[in-house]
Nanobody, 121 residues
């Protein structure tokens, strides 16, 4: 019903930048919240940043001042600009969305497939 397609991951050196993108498609009436999570090897998945339909944002403390989440409501796309990357940012990054489905207006949450971000020291 809802598909999330991520792009932009890769291998960078510490201090460099990357931008992740996630495009939502499907039977969507309205996209409410969107977010980025990450999961490092051997660790639980954690929320990195989220953004509401009105643009309110929230960040985990470890990325504040370095990462910026934004969204293009017209395109149904969320971005994560990651600056000053550190080796501890290495993880698989997952996009998440909560939408209202077309026709039923039922709330529906979905995940992207994940994109690897590796930061070398």
């Amino acid at each position: 019903q809802v598909q999330l397609v991520e792009s932009g991951g890769g291998l960078v050196q510490a201090g460099e930048s990357l931008t992740l993108s996630c495009a939502a498609s499907g039977s969507i009436f309205k996209i409410n919240a969107m977010a980025w999570y990450r999961q490092a090897p051997g660790k639980q998945r954690e929320l990195v940043a989220d953004i509401t339909s009105s643009g309110n944002t929230n960040y985990v403390d470890s990325v504040k001042g370095r990462f910026t989440i934004s969204r293009d409501n017209a395109q149904g796309t969320v971005y994560l600009q990651m600056n000053s990357l550190k080796p501890e940012d290495t993880a698989v990054y997952y996009c998440w969305s909560r939408v209202l489905l077309r026709f039923t207006l039922r709330e529906f949450s979905s995940w992207g497939q994940g994109t690897q971000v590796t930061v070398s020291s």
